[in-house]
């Protein structure tokens, strides 16, 4: 039995894919964990894994080491909070003595107030202060580069495109890889759907677009009030309205994508289970940014705890469920 057999209703009008047909939405709600993994023409991969943020931090460090090896710059993007996948990666740099003297890393995005200024580098519940604090500051002195290697948001680089030519001109036209996990709304970075300073007439204009101040849509600000930095109670009056990010175009851009998808609670329940079936086995879409990773080689690494069978709405709840 299906989610709209018994009652039918259209999803509020808001919500991005809410004029796809009820039978996709049943159709990638419904994928089965051995249907899940695959590979497609553009050299996009979906692997099941127990552990995806432990890949991370192995393909991060494999990465660096080689850049230390081989004497070969290396640029990279990542997201943010991740505090324990950074400290982790600086710690065994540390330990096996990975000289970072050839990366560039680039936070993708940061807070921004009603008015578009960027939170400064001293804002606790930063994204720029953690990126610094927990990654570039655990490596030891002697082995990390200079400051200026390690790329934030400010005030300074926040008009349109102007961190998107920052990233393109160390990078040589695109970074070696980004690191990315997707939110609530479908977002990669703060590229949420429906956005007045991301509104495109087609895919291909969308994806031409650099970075920019965006307003957050409401799902953004509800996923983040979840998280550590502002207080994980559902304080969505903690989260600030607005933020930089960066493009579409720099999703695009890079030679290598890695996504991670793992955002489950200990009683199962996820905001993320939903939205991971949809930028993966839905429509390349605006209504979902983060599907645009599929348009490029990369790996998306989803966790067993995700990739399990929905609930079992249809049959209603048991007694033992509650």
């Not at 003297?101 to 008015?115: G, P, Q």
């Not at 930063?126 to 002697?142: C, N, V, W």
């Not at 690191?179 to 031409?208: M, N, V």
């Not at 502002?230 to 579409?248: C, H, L, Q, Y």
């Amino acid at each position: 039995m299906g989610l709209y057999d018994e009652f039918r209703f259209k999803p509020a009008a808001w919500l991005p894919h809410s004029e796809l047909p009820l039978e996709e939405l049943e159709r990638v709600r419904s994928i089965r964990r051995e249907d899940m993994e695959y590979t497609n023409e553009n050299g996009y991969s979906v692997r099941v894994v127990l552990d995806p943020r432990a890949c991370m931090v192995q393909d991060v460090f494999c990465r660096i080491l080689m850049s230390d090896l081989h004497d070969t710059h290396l640029t990279m993007i990542f997201p943010n909070q991740w505090p324990a996948q950074y400290s982790a990666i600086a710690e065994m740099i540390n330990k096996f003595n990975v000289s970072c003297r050839n990366v560039d890393a680039f936070a993708m995005d940061e807070w921004a107030d009603e008015e578009g200024n960027v939170a400064p580098l001293t804002y606790g519940a930063g994204l720029g202060y953690s990126f610094l604090h927990h990654f570039y500051g655990r490596i030891r002195e002697d082995l990390r580069p200079s400051i200026d290697h390690w790329h934030v948001h400010t005030n300074e680089n926040k008009a349109d495109g102007v961190y998107s030519r920052i990233i393109e001109d160390v990078s040589g036209g695109g970074v070696d890889v980004i690191y990315s996990a997707t939110g609530w709304p479908g977002h990669t970075a703060f590229i949420d759907p429906r956005t007045k300073e991301f509104a495109a007439d087609s895919l291909e204009e969308f994806c031409r677009l650099g970075s920019r101040i965006v307003e957050q849509t409401p799902l953004t600000i509800s996923e983040n009030s979840l998280f550590s930095p502002m207080g994980a109670a559902g304080d969505v009056w903690a989260v600030p309205p607005k933020s930089a990010t960066i493009g579409p175009r720099d999703v695009v851009q890079a030679k290598e994508r890695f996504e991670v998808h793992d955002h489950v609670n200990p009683d199962g329940s996820s905001w993320q289970k939903m939205v991971s079936r949809l930028e993966l086995y839905g429509p390349i879409s605006k209504e979902c940014p983060a599907s645009i990773m599929r348009l490029g080689k990369g790996t998306c690494y989803v966790s067993e705890s995700l990739a399990r069978p929905f609930g079992s709405w249809p049959c209603g709840v048991e007694d033992w469920q509650l």
